[in-house]
């Protein structure tokens, strides 16, 4: 851990910090603050405010981290990545964590040696496509020129989806949404294709979203999630139990609302082990006892995250479906803590 | 054993290596070299202990892996199923594309400009002024942005032009000009020689060589004419016998095989048929025509500027018509200055030609340095080729200018 | 004749026929008209054509413009007061005008410390600008650079305090030495800096500000226009002093490190500034010490820096070739050593010919700041692509964003051009 003593004294300008060694607990809690990676602005996940305040569900993520570790949900610094920076970010430990809607794949957890730590959103990519042009399945798309976001795994899994189908297209890699959809509304593309979570973050901003429609096929799977550098498996803990922490919360009914309440004590150990009034949960992960319970109170569980960013009530107006509790028929499930 | 009287002997002592000339030199790149090689020895040191923390390693290995992708345009064949590799060639294919197109047309934007400042129309001149200056000032990025959101709002989509209320039409019938790209009619040949991809090939192989021909024999008759004028001093004319050589076989040949011409059609989604230039390429290859454009216009106006007065006045008082003291006399004076200039903008053109993937044009950036980057994650590997391929296009392009500063230098005597 | 006459009364005027005025066609705005605009019939062609391109382009554009609106709180609410009539939305400019200035994240109460660096630089600029100022400015030019660290960063003034005493220390250590001998002098002077820097490094307290006017700001907060400004100005300045180093080098004596010197120069000239900025935002941390990562806003100042420098250095070598040889005949003649005739007789040359050049260098390299958006960072261009135009409000706001950033770019650009132009008159020593 020797520094030069002159990059020492601009680490206290603020113009180098942070630093990546293995033990990534002790840098946040040296620094103070949680670097987390988060996109560079896709409303709803990941995107600054009016204020320059960011917001999202990812962001949201990233203060129950911030909460669990430090205790205080603002020491966040959102550092925006790229699709091409993202990795490169992480791995050079610019930032602690990456919570930028990334798909988790195989060759992305093995050959760049990253450790998804779980999902917080399963998506899936999607189409969307003008009313006008009669569309009702993505095998109608023969010909079409189609719009996209690169930087996911988008590229790939449309040319697999043509393929298979032995369909015709013309892609339009694009480098932002903002950009891809002024494509998208002039007609310079017939379809517009990302993830689903992203096409209907998309449509809501649109002057008429009742004029496009999401096409029902969506040709992939993506797991989103957190992820951490190989190696460190004690951070990778924290994020990963942080995670489900929210998730668990959301499962035993608790909310911001009555964690309070429920933090006295109650009648199920569960609880009680969550919110560390019983057991040693959090000395395990060398936090304190109330690491899960301040998580939950930086934005509340995984359901009211959920709610508050992309939910139903909001612009973007996601129906949980796949990400639903277990117990409601979705795929959102997290051990049990014990 | 040296004796004082003796003559100072050439004996080495070590402060002569930095106070004497001879050995002060040899001293500093010597240690030049060492500060080199330990900096890069540094830095060589930090990258593998940076990769072996987190288990990576550099290999190139990804190249030969399917790149999995499409590419909305190349310019050889490509499917998703090719390589990364390929994927990289279609990118510089597409890049070399652009950056020549650009090239050409910049020049012509720029001669044009530049001339037209210069001119004694007020108003003209006052317009390209302000076309240079907006064009100079404004970064290149923002103007790229700018012409591809033009592009994208003026001109209408596909879906336009179709049904009954179609609220464009295409232009005279046979072209369409959308936000996707220009169709134009495609020629080709029904009695060729042979419907088959290869017999294609024949075809516009002997166009190619028929324009060859002309080209020599136009070239044979311009020299026999100035042959005729050197020993009579009259020049028969050649329009006539140019034109017809450069046309008539062509004529011919366009009949014996059957010229015809497709006509875009709009089927589906899209315009089918004829030749498609695409929409992101149009905006790369406009916008930076027209930015560099500005900078050759400058360079072109210096360049005329530069000769002086009294060449145009010597000229004139040796009886030079003014139309060839301009090409005989201006012109050549003229090129010296312009051409060194004119050619470090191209090279300015290749390297801005790496910012297409702001409109989605598939270039180098894009395909090696953008989607495989992404996809593959190797970083370093691909941003290194990257690096690689402009250096290779600067070099080259860069010994053409020396090639051509060394043949027009003054001959100093 | 015959004289009957002779003795009638001769008419000879007296007084002068008061000269007639021109024709009407060959003066005043008519004659004007006549030779500027159609003085043959080509020129009346491209005249009426120029005239039908300013008619297209300003009945486009002049409705829009004057028919915009400044306050609205988003696009829709806008697109619904302008109810279908053309006009522009300026209101997203009135909303977010400090985001697109100072970037999102830096504290609004806060804005008045980079316009005053801002408004400073002015002052510090122009003594270097302008050869007619006192020099005692210059003084102040110095000093700058901590000033405006500190107004933008803020955090301990120690930080800023310990860099200047760090040049001081090595500034002295010159002018006690380089009388002697250069290399002592300059090489002394950086080992003073370095003591002094090691030494304070130690002794400053590290604690960051996080409250008050001062408080401390990191670097990946600054954004917006003063984001592109910092760049342009930073690099511009640094990569001077390592142009003319690189311009020396190309042109030494000694193989070695001319050849060092031409590889980089043509190795940096030969790629794109954004493959540099890929290089800053996905390589370089793998070059650093696995320990300390350097970063975003610091690795693209260092790789920017290095690319103006090389082109400043093939600027700089321009105007070293211009020289006569008899400059360099005579320094030698006169028995200077190689620095001290650089010093003394060839670089103050070389470098007033070269200077033209080098704004234009610093004019192009400015524009090129706005490449940073590519690899995330919210510059001007970075804060429309990316959080203005992503955000709910204002999704669709294309035209009014660029025309801004492009007003605000043709403003600094153009004036930096016209003072180039001046300059370049002023140095015109020339007679024509």
Not at chain 2, 278 to 304: C, H, K
């Amino acid at each position: 851990m020797k520094k030069s003593v002159f990059l020492g004294a601009l680490t206290v300008a603020g113009l180098a910090a942070g630093m990546s060694a293995a033990a990534t607990l002790d840098d946040v809690k040296a620094r103070g603050t949680l670097n987390c990676g988060v996109t560079t602005g896709l409303v709803g996940f990941a995107a600054p405010d009016a204020s320059g305040e960011w917001e999202g569900f990812d962001v949201g993520v990233c203060r129950a981290v911030a909460a669990a570790v430090l205790g205080d949900s603002n020491a966040v610094e959102f550092v925006p990545t790229t699709g091409k920076t993202r990795f490169t970010a992480l791995a050079s430990g610019e930032i602690d964590m990456l919570a930028r809607n990334t798909t988790w794949t195989f060759s992305r957890d093995v050959d760049l040696k990253f450790e998804f730590v779980g999902v917080n959103y399963y998506d899936g990519q999607g189409f969307m496509a003008p009313k006008e042009l009669g569309v009702s399945s993505a095998k109608d798309l023969d010909g079409a020129t189609v719009c996209i976001q690169t930087g996911t795994t988008t590229e790939l899994n449309l040319a697999d989806f043509f393929r298979a189908n032995n369909i015709s297209y013309e892609p339009v890699p694009i480098e932002t949404n903002a950009e891809a959809q002024q494509q998208y509304l002039a007609g310079a593309c017939d379809v517009f294709t990302t993830d689903a979570s992203g096409l209907a973050a998309t449509r809501a901003t649109f002057e008429n979203p009742g004029d496009h429609v999401l096409l029902p096929e969506i040709v992939s799977k993506e797991p989103l999630g957190p992820l951490v550098r190989h190696g460190d498996n004690e951070w990778g803990d924290i994020v990963r139990w942080t995670l489900n922490a929210l998730i668990t919360a959301e499962e035993l009914g608790v909310t911001s609302a009555n964690i309070g309440e429920l933090s006295a004590g109650t009648n199920n150990p569960e609880v009680n082990r969550l919110l560390g009034t019983e057991g040693e949960l959090g000395g395990m992960l060398g936090l304190d006892a109330a690491w899960a319970k301040n998580a939950i109170m930086a934005g509340g569980n995984y359901g009211e995250i959920f709610e508050k960013n992309i939910g139903e009530n909001t612009p973007i107006g996601l129906a949980r479906g796949l990400n639903a509790m277990w117990t409601e028929g979705g795929l959102i499930y997290s051990p049990p803590f014990r | 054993m040296t004796i004082l009287t003796d003559p100072p002997k050439e004996s080495f002592r070590l402060s002569m290596l930095l106070n004497d000339t001879r050995y002060r030199s040899l001293t500093f790149q010597v240690i030049a070299a060492i500060a080199l090689a330990f900096s890069i020895l540094y830095l060589a040191n930090n990258l593998a202990r940076n990769l072996a923390d987190q288990g990576l390693s550099i290999s190139f290995a990804f190249l030969g892996a399917p790149a999995g992708y499409d590419i909305n345009q190349r310019l050889i064949e490509y499917t998703s199923q090719s390589t990364n590799l390929r994927a990289a060639f279609v990118g510089i294919l597409n890049t070399l594309l652009v950056a020549f197109l650009a090239c050409v047309t910049a020049t012509i934007f720029g001669v044009l400009a530049g001339v037209l400042r210069l001119s004694k129309n007020w108003l003209v001149a006052k317009i390209m002024a302000f076309y240079v200056e907006i064009f100079r000032n404004i970064p290149v990025l923002i103007w790229i942005i700018i012409i591809f959101t033009i592009m994208t709002a003026v001109l209408p989509g596909p879906r336009a032009f179709r049904g009954d209320d179609a609220t464009a039409s295409m232009f005279l019938g046979v072209s369409a000009f959308t936000n996707r790209g220009i169709y134009i009619p495609g020629p080709y040949f029904t009695r060729g020689f042979g419907a088959a991809e290869l017999g294609a090939v024949w075809d516009w192989v002997l166009v190619l060589g028929l324009l060859v021909a002309s080209f020599f024999g136009a070239r044979a008759v311009n020299a026999r004419a100035t042959r005729i004028q050197e020993a009579t001093g009259i020049r028969p004319a050649t329009l006539t016998t140019n034109l017809a050589i450069w046309f008539g076989p062509l004529i011919v040949v366009a009949l014996a095989l059957g010229l015809t011409f497709e006509i875009p059609e709009l089927k589906g989604f899209n315009f089918k048929g004829g030749i498609k230039v695409g929409g992101p390429l149009i905006a790369i290859w406009f916008a930076l025509s027209i930015y560099t454009g500005a900078f050759i216009a400058e360079n072109v106006r210096a360049g005329i500027l530069a000769v002086s007065k009294g060449q145009t006045e010597a000229a004139a008082a040796l009886g030079i018509r003014p139309g060839r003291i301009m090409s005989l006399v201006i012109l050549p004076q003229a090129l010296r200055v312009i051409i060194p200039p004119l050619i470090s903008n191209y090279l300015n053109i290749t390297k801005n030609s790496s910012l297409a993937i702001l409109v989605g044009y598939a270039d180098v950036t894009a395909t090696l340095g953008g989607i495989t980057l992404n996809q593959t994650g190797r970083a370093i590997e691909c941003v290194l080729l990257l690096m690689l391929f402009y250096l290779v296009i600067s070099l080259l392009i860069s010994g053409i200018i020396n090639i051509y500063n060394n043949s027009v230098k003054l001959k100093e005597r | 004749m015959s004289d009957t006459h002779s003795q009638s009364v001769a008419f000879v005027r007296t007084e002068d026929v008061p000269p007639a005025p021109p024709p009407a066609n060959a003066t005043g705005p008519v004659k004007w008209i006549k030779d500027n605009l159609f003085a043959t019939p080509a020129n009346s062609v491209l005249t009426v054509i120029a005239l039908l391109v300013i008619y297209m382009v300003l009945s486009g554009t002049l409705p829009w413009v004057f028919n915009g609106i400044w306050d609205s709180p988003s696009l829709a609410v806008c697109r619904e007061m302008l109810n279908g009539e053309s006009g522009a939305c300026f209101a997203v400019l009135t909303e977010r005008w400090n985001q697109l200035l100072f970037g999102f994240k830096y504290p609004s109460d806060l804005y008045w410390r980079p316009a005053l660096a801002f408004a400073l630089l002015f002052v510090a600029a122009a003594p270097v600008l302008f050869f007619d100022l006192p020099r005692k400015i210059l003084i102040f030019t110095g000093l700058y650079p901590f000033i405006a660290y500190y107004l933008i960063w803020g955090g301990s003034i120690f930080t800023p305090l310990l860099a200047l005493a760090g040049f001081v220390a090595g500034g002295y250590v010159y002018q006690r030495f380089v009388k002697g001998s250069f290399a002592v002098g300059f090489f002394g002077a950086i080992a003073a800096a370095v003591l002094v820097w090691t030494i304070g490094g130690f002794i400053i307290p590290s604690s960051e500000i996080t409250e008050g006017a001062m408080q401390s700001v990191q670097s990946r907060d600054l954004g917006g226009f003063m984001l592109n400004m910092m760049l342009g100005v930073t690099c511009v300045s640094l990569s001077l002093p390592i142009g003319i180093a690189l311009a020396l080098g190309r042109q030494s004596s000694m193989p070695i490190i001319k050849y060092i010197c031409v590889v980089f120069i043509e190795f940096i000239r030969g790629v794109p500034l954004i493959t540099l900025l890929f290089v800053a935002s996905v390589m370089l941390s793998y070059f650093f010490p696995p320990e300390a990562t350097v970063d975003l806003f610091l690795r693209v100042v260092i790789m920017i820096t290095i690319f103006s420098a090389a082109y400043i250095a093939e600027v700089v070598r321009g105007g070293l070739a211009a020289l006569p040889k008899g400059q360099y005949e005579a320094a030698d003649s006169l028995g200077l050593d190689y620095t001290q005739a650089m010093r003394l007789i060839i670089l103050p040359q070389a470098l007033k010919i070269s200077i033209p050049g080098i704004v234009n260098v610093s004019v192009g390299l400015f524009k090129d700041t706005t490449l940073v958006s590519v690899i995330s960072m919210f510059d001007m261009v970075g804060m429309i692509r990316g959080p203005i135009l992503a955000s709910t409000e204002w999704n669709g706001v294309y035209w009014e964003l660029f025309a801004f950033a492009a007003l605000l770019f043709f403003i600094v650009c153009y004036g930096i051009s016209q003072y180039s132009q001046w300059l370049e008159r002023r140095l015109a020593t020339d007679h024509k």
